[in-house]
């Protein structure tokens, strides 16, 4: 059989703008290629700024993990200027950072990633008794009955007699790959749309200390929200049980809706255990400081690295050894495409040599993306949910080897089964249960502050400039929902002299490296992936979204060293 | 937040029957209609007139184009508040194409696209979140291949109305900054045969979003909108008039830094930087997700996000505007934006003269198409910050 040549662009349930190119042959796919398709160049603004602003600038990467870059910026300028904030601010961080994980994750389970599992109009002849009696078998959740099914069905069915499908028009309905019986179908349709209910009330949480979600504000020292409970205009009595009962909500939902049915839909596609693994090697740089975020060891989530899927062995992390390279991209270094650059050094100008557009294929060009190619110790190397889970559960974290466990019992398969498309879903929904928890831990520990008489949310001794060094140069570390995150600052006489940024899906998008050495989504495609019809390239979305690309944050870079700032020119 | 498949609106129903059918009741709807025309800033006479017109409403296409962007404007749209008929007017519409949420992908998302084009001429609201970069032919964003600004000008052609939602697609946003290395400008510098509404924001509250779409189909037109394209209905009120802490301004109680006692009490956070001074925006007023707080709200000073080059001319953050007592609430933006870029920039921004300038010029049209600082028109260096 031929090889097939297939194009998927746009990606769509993402976040930002994706293009894949691929070849398959008798329903495999044999080689893989991943295309960034939007470059802002912020970099440039970046230099010469104040930087207690970066937070701001570098928030704007991403609207959807809204919080990940701001924190990250924080923690960079608080190294370079060696700034602890006070444990209530680190609390509070930790608090508004597990809600947009938990938040987000269940967005993408039921909004980016569900449809790729689920047949909506499937969903069209199940009887609600029967979703009834799967749901209840699954959970306590309330809505678990057989008129709120048949409502769901009902208006479903409506919906699909008129003709007009709206966001379900051209979706892959009947296609061979989609398993679940229609009770679980109608399950998921139902739940999907009372997740997006649920997400905007429990992101509140955000609003409350931040004042707005999406981009909620931070504040370099610490949190702007002081903490008075003896006034209307501050984090008091009632905005702490306002918080506490979205947590609890947060919690019921993850609990009773999403982990049931993540493991439910599961249950029904278990051979994608064993497909999509790809590059084998896993970072993760840690999140969730008990202490100060220096305190590596009293992280939640741990840092490390994994080689070769070798869970014996989980290797320290050490920033140094990272490297940006654009063999692949479209972008120049001073010393060549074949230099790699650490973050310290990074240089970001972009030079596009592709064809002109409108593209019909890019495979065949050298450099075909706005993606650069980071390596870890000249390694590509997964980052997310499985490279995170797979480090705790290596390094004996006690929760994560228990909600590991319970979910390979559950589906009946041995750890190996993690290296896979479903292994990322698992992962996902798993530390999504773990932090879930967490936010009372991390509510609890504020409130015995408060209760302590510690009211101190900033610290402000080296607010002023003049209190600064002439040089100074930080590190900000992140791991975000999608993944581990790095922010590099160099500052020199108040101002930002160069600012570099490392971002989950710049490691899992990455394309080519000089030895061309493919990146985690490509590698991912080419293990042992199926795709039965390349006119409908469902099995594709099914890989590529079980990584939750964010594209906007992938190509971020915001290095301060690419071009020389520009006059306004007065007119 | 509601999508059709849960509520279906056939083609052939008004909203009044669609509703009915829905079991929303008629009480509901007029209360609905009631605080849609206080959010307009319409006479209470006129909630019978919106309730008859968006009775009448057939069920509107609407295609929705993703851009050069963050997708926080969608998110902000996803986090809209009033339960029930708010959503359902933004949600029930026969939303043909959005990047985020469609099940199609690849080539048959965009057959999706241009199948409702070709259906819907002439009749459809077109939405657009993010900017359009015209650096090196406009390779920076490209969607199935061709750029954004082709995409735009193929989707704005037969749009009845076109809403710019969030301050890239109002103006180019953070990377327009400067200097603006993709070349990225706002919707209404490409489309200039039809009126363009600018829901400004870094994002917009998601609730202004809905609201404008009601005065579209109730009015059968775009709501009056101010020297910038913003609706006057969210955008007439400056931060500052409006401001819960405006009392402490006026009596001269300051936080003078973070934490500090002031703070602790909720004082006016001017002199820690706050730009609602010299910013018209409803988030002291609608306020945001669902009106659990807002920036101000929280603690932290305005940023000023829903002015052009607020990047450029409110920071640095954290500096303080100049004197701007004197202003009441009869001034609205037109009148007074003019002498507000002029204090922005001698006071926070001595640094950024030259952007500052090239603002004031362009605040004195009537309805300024703003040019960003693109690569062509600027050189040599430094507009500061040095």
């Given at each position: 059989m031929a090889t097939t040549k297939i194009v998927v662009?746009?990606?769509?349930?993402?976040e930002g703008h994706l293009r894949i190119e691929a070849q398959a042959e008798n329903g495999r796919i044999t080689n893989a290629w991943a295309t960034?398709?939007?470059?802002?160049?912020?970099?440039?603004?970046?230099?010469?700024?104040?930087p207690r602003d970066a937070w701001a600038f570098t928030q704007?990467?991403?609207?959807?993990?809204?919080v990940v870059h701001a924190v990250a910026s924080c923690r960079a300028v608080e190294d370079a200027l060696d700034i602890r904030i006070p444990p209530n601010a680190n609390l509070i961080r930790n608090l508004i950072h597990g809600m947009q994980f938990v938040q987000d994750h269940v967005i993408h389970f039921y909004?980016?990633?569900?449809l790729d599992w689920v047949d909506v109009v499937s969903a069209?002849?199940?009887d609600p008794a029967a979703t009834a009696k799967l749901a209840q078998s699954l959970s306590p959740w309330p809505n678990n009955s057989a008129t709120y099914f048949g409502e769901v069905k009902d208006r479903l069915k409506t919906f699909v007699g008129t003709g007009?499908?709206?966001?379900?028009?051209?979706?892959?309905?009947?296609?061979?790959?989609?398993?679940?019986p229609p009770a679980a179908n109608l399950m998921a349709v139902a739940h999907y749309l009372e997740a997006l209910d649920w997400q905007r009330d429990v992101i509140r949480l955000h609003t409350v200390?931040?004042?707005?979600?999406?981009h909620p504000n931070f504040l370099v020292?610490?949190?702007?929200s002081a903490i008075n409970l003896?006034?209307?205009?501050?984090?008091?009595a009632e905005r702490l049980t306002n918080i506490h009962a979205m947590i609890t909500r947060a919690q019921r939902f993850v609990e009773q809706v999403y982990w049931p049915d993540l493991m439910a839909v599961a249950s029904f596609y278990?051979?994608?255990?064993?497909?999509?693994?790809?590059?084998g090697n896993y970072l993760a740089v840690g999140e969730?400081?008990?202490?100060?975020?220096?305190?590596?060891?009293?992280?939640?989530l741990p840092r490390g690295i994994i080689m070769g899927?070798?869970?014996a062995h989980v290797r320290p992390y050490d920033q140094e050894l990272v490297k940006e390279y654009i063999?692949?991209?479209?972008y120049e270094y001073t010393d060549g495409d074949a230099a790699g650059l650490h973050p310290w050094q990074g240089e970001t100008k972009a030079k596009y040599d592709g064809p002109?557009?409108?593209?019909?294929?890019?495979?065949?060009?050298k450099k075909y993306s706005w993606m650069k190619a980071p390596r870890y110790d000249g390694k590509p190397m997964e980052v997310g949910p499985l490279a995170r889970a797979l480090v705790a559960f290596a390094s004996g974290h006690e929760d994560m080897r228990a909600i590991v466990k319970e979910a390979l019992d559950r589906l009946q398969v041995?750890?190996?089964?993690?290296?896979?498309t479903l292994g990322r879903v698992a992962a996902r929904g798993a530390e999504t249960v773990l932090l879930s928890r967490r936010l009372s831990h991390w509510y609890d520990a504020l409130v015995a502050r408060i209760k302590g008489g510690d009211v101190r949310t900033?610290?402000?001794?080296?607010?002023?400039?003049?209190?600064?060094?002439?040089k100074a140069q930080g590190y900000g570390y992140l791991d975000a929902p999608r993944g581990a995150l790095g922010h590099w600052v160099q500052i020199e006489n108040g101002k930002i002299a160069r600012y570099q940024c490392v971002v989950p899906s710049t490691w899992n998008c990455s394309p080519r490296d000089a030895q061309g050495v493919p990146g985690p989504y490509e590698a991912a495609l080419m293990d042992h992936h199926p795709l039965a019809n390349p006119e409908q390239p469902l099995e594709i979305l099914r890989t590529i979204h079980s990584f939750d690309p964010c594209m906007a944050c992938g190509v971020?870079?915001?290095?301060?060293?690419?071009?020389e700032v520009v006059q306004v020119k007065v007119q | 937040m509601y999508f059709p498949q849960s509520h279906p609106w056939t083609p052939e129903d008004s909203l009044g029957t669609y509703l009915e059918r829905r079991g929303v009741t008629r009480r509901d709807f007029l209360t609905y209609c009631a605080q849609m025309t206080a959010i307009l800033g319409l006479?209470?006479?006129?909630a019978p007139r919106v309730a008859h017109a968006l009775a009448a409403v057939k069920r509107p296409t609407v295609i929705w184009l993703s851009l050069q962007e963050c997708t926080g404007c969608v998110e902000s749209v996803l986090r809209t508040?009033?339960?029930?008929i708010g959503d359902l007017l933004l949600d029930v519409?026969?939303?043909?194409?959005?990047?985020?949420?469609?099940?199609a992908a690849g080539h048959q998302a965009e057959a999706a696209l241009q199948s409702s084009l070709a259906k819907n001429k002439g009749e459809y609201l077109l939405v657009v979140t993010g900017s359009v970069p015209l650096n090196d032919?406009?390779?920076y964003t490209t969607v199935g291949g061709r750029t954004a600004k082709t995409i735009l000008e193929e989707a704005a052609k037969d749009a009845k109305a076109v809403i710019a939602v969030g301050a890239c697609a109002h103006w180019g946003n953070i990377q327009a900054s400067r200097p603006n290395p993709t070349g990225a400008v706002g919707v209404s510098d490409i489309v200039k045969d039809k009126p363009v509404v600018n829901i400004a924001?870094?994002?917009?509250?998601g609730d202004v979003v809905t609201a404008t779409i009601v005065h579209f189909l109730t009015f059968g037109r775009v709501p009056e909108l101010d020297?910038?394209?913003?609706?006057l209905f969210a955008y007439g009120a400056r931060i500052h008039d409006q401001c819960p802490r405006r009392a402490n301004f006026d009596a001269g109680?300051?936080?003078?830094?973070?934490?500090?006692e002031a703070a602790r009490r909720g004082w006016c956070l001017y002199h820690v930087g706050c730009k609602g001074p010299a910013t018209f925006s409803p988030c002291p007023i609608f306020q945001w997700n669902s009106g659990t707080s807002w920036p101000i709200g929280a603690g932290h000073p305005c940023?000023?996000?829903?002015?052009?080059?607020f990047w450029d001319?409110?920071?640095?953050?954290y500096g303080r505007l100049p004197?701007?007592?004197?202003?009441?609430?009869?001034?609205?933006a037109d009148t007074i934006g003019l002498a507000l870029a002029v204090g922005a920039t001698a006071?926070?921004?001595?640094?950024?003269i030259a952007t500052g300038v090239h603002q004031v010029r362009q605040r004195g049209k009537a309805l300024p198409v703003i040019e960003t600082p693109s690569k062509k028109e600027t050189g040599g260096t430094g507009d500061g910050h040095d």
């Open positions: 662009d746009p990606i769509t349930r993402i960034s398709t939007q470059f802002r160049g912020i970099e440039t603004i970046m230099k010469g700024r104040d704007r990467i991403c609207g959807v993990c809204t909004h980016l990633h569900a069209l002849s199940a007009q499908l709206g966001i379900f028009t051209n979706g892959y309905w009947g296609h061979p790959a989609y398993k679940l200390f931040g004042g707005k979600n999406p020292g610490g949190m702007a003896d006034d209307t205009a501050t984090i008091n278990k051979e994608w255990a064993a497909i999509g693994g790809g590059t969730f400081p008990e202490n100060d975020v220096r305190d590596i060891g009293s992280l939640y899927k070798d869970l063999n692949s991209s479209w002109p557009t409108p593209w019909t294929y890019l495979q065949g060009n041995g750890p190996a089964a993690l290296f896979s900033h610290d402000g001794t080296k607010w002023e400039p003049e209190t600064w060094p002439a971020h870079v915001l290095d301060a060293t690419g071009r | 006479a209470d006479t006129m508040g009033e339960p029930t519409v026969s939303l043909d194409y959005q990047h985020n949420i469609m099940a032919g406009g390779i924001g870094c994002p917009p509250i020297y910038d394209g913003r609706p109680q300051f936080v003078e830094a973070f934490d500090d940023l000023g996000c829903t002015e052009r080059h001319t409110m920071t640095p953050f004197d701007v007592a004197g202003f009441g609430v009869e001034r609205y006071g926070v921004a001595a640094h950024a």
